[in-house]
């Protein structure tokens, strides 16, 4: 899977918006979800998100400048600047494409990156726990097989919170959704809806919804990509074997 991800990059497969990332990476797609990710990290007191897959980094910086300004304000939320209350925030981004995490290294000296595959059972050790784990546009480009073992993988690192891309659909399927006019398959970059409530991922319901309305793919865009926050303490994952 690693080396069809590199081919999405290298080829342009997604355009050339988010960084090679896709539309929904853009620094205008991604306003809602920079948002809902600065209000998260203040409310529920968060200082360690791990960003799966991290991708080209053409909107998370942004997000991380607002967050440190916002937890360096005194009394907002009631609370104490969170520099002088607690520990600074820890950011760490990894992705499946080694020369994405290579280029974000150099463009981002002091972030921390990983070349990791979360479907293997080796990425929770490689990780580590986090009280969030963010995992947007990334599940509908993969198999059911590599869904279910990406999640096993991020509740194995006994993180707290996940926040992650879902829909409304009905019923999951494996048949891709020829998009942009290419013929990638799934674990290939790509595209059909998939609904993390349902059969075979079974996620009990998140604790809200947003519309992630810079994540939806122009030719299939209703019901519209979700954000959805579940507690990983809440979801009980099926064995691989049964």
Known sequence: MEAAFKRVYDGRLWGTDGGGSGPGSSLEASQPVS???SHLVL???????????C??????PHVLNVIEKMRDIDGLDGRPAASVAGPPFRYVGADIVPDVITANKQRFPTLSFVHADFTKSTFPTAVGRFDLVHTRAVFYHLSSKSILAALRNIKATNSTWMLASTHNTKHNSDRKFFKMGGTQLLDEGGYRKVNLQLPP?????PLFTMVDSGGGNAAADHPPQLMGLWKLSDIIMPNPSA
């Not at 991922?201 to 319901?205: A, G, T």
């Open 35 to 37: 948002g809902l990710i």
């Open 43 to 53: 409310t529920l007191n968060i200082t360690s998100m791990l960003d799966v897959p």
């Open 55 to 60: 991708g080209a980094m053409v909107w998370m």
């Open 201 to 205: 991922y079974n996620l009990p319901p």
